[in-house]
């Protein structure tokens, strides 16, 4: 394993980025589409439950690689320039959004209804109440298990690999295949993976105490 860290760095450093920029990139757009989608599965109004509802859906029942493949192959047919790292950083993203999505809706439906009512007669609109009152204390519950998605997000940024996304996982497929140092390389490419998800657990863990110590409204 150190040889083909030693011999292979550069590659495997050039894989790193393109796994920790698609991480970035589908963690943050994961997370807006999920908090988007988990307030219209519980919106009063019927036709956004529905949309909702549909999407958390389907994308949660379907393997993120088949979701990553369509945008490989069927949306570059619509959608000029959308290479493999792209069409697998968009899968990435709406694939997190739907198990994000879930998340935050169980998160708010555990705060008690009465605060919604309480801000609602103080009168805030909906939206205002969510913002202000609702969203700060189911962010405060679901700290732990959005960071279990987060750390999973990273690990499925290796779908990369199937469509030549350029990433760790790709760069290790390319080592493996010239040296035929199979079992090094794997061991290297996994240490490298664990180097990347190791902190963000921390960071979730840190978050989560923080946020205990918080006021509840």
Do not use: C
Not at 75 to 88: E, I, Q, S, Y
Not at 92 to 97: A, E, G, N
């Amino acid at each position: 394993m150190i040889s083909i860290l030693t011999a292979h760095w550069s590659e495997l450093v050039e894989g790193m980025k393109y796994t920790i920029g698609s991480s970035l990139i589908a963690l943050i757009g994961s997370l807006i589409l999920g908090i988007i989608f988990a307030m219209f599965v519980i919106s009063p109004n019927r036709w956004l439950r529905i949309i909702g509802s549909v999407y958390v859906e389907i994308f949660r029942n379907i393997p993120l690689l088949v979701v990553a493949m369509f945008f490989y192959i069927v949306m570059p047919r619509f959608v000029p320039g959308l290479d493999g790292f792209k069409a697998g950083t968009i899968g990435l993203t709406i694939y997190t959004s739907a198990f994000i999505a879930e998340t935050f809706r169980a998160g708010i439906e555990s705060v008690a209804v009465g605060q919604m009512e309480a801000a609602r007669s103080n009168g805030m609109t909906y939206l205002q109440a969510m913002k202000y009152i609702i969203l700060p204390q189911a962010t405060k519950i679901v700290i732990p298990p959005l960071g279990n998605q987060f750390v999973n997000l990273v690990k499925n940024s290796s779908v990369l690999a199937f469509l030549a996304g350029f990433d760790l996982m790709y760069q290790g497929n390319l080592i493996a295949s010239t040296t035929f140092k199979t079992t090094d390389t794997y061991l290297a490419v996994g240490l490298l993976y664990l180097v990347m998800t190791m902190p963000l657990s921390y960071l979730m863990r840190y978050l989560e105490k923080r946020w205990s110590r918080l006021p509840t409204v």
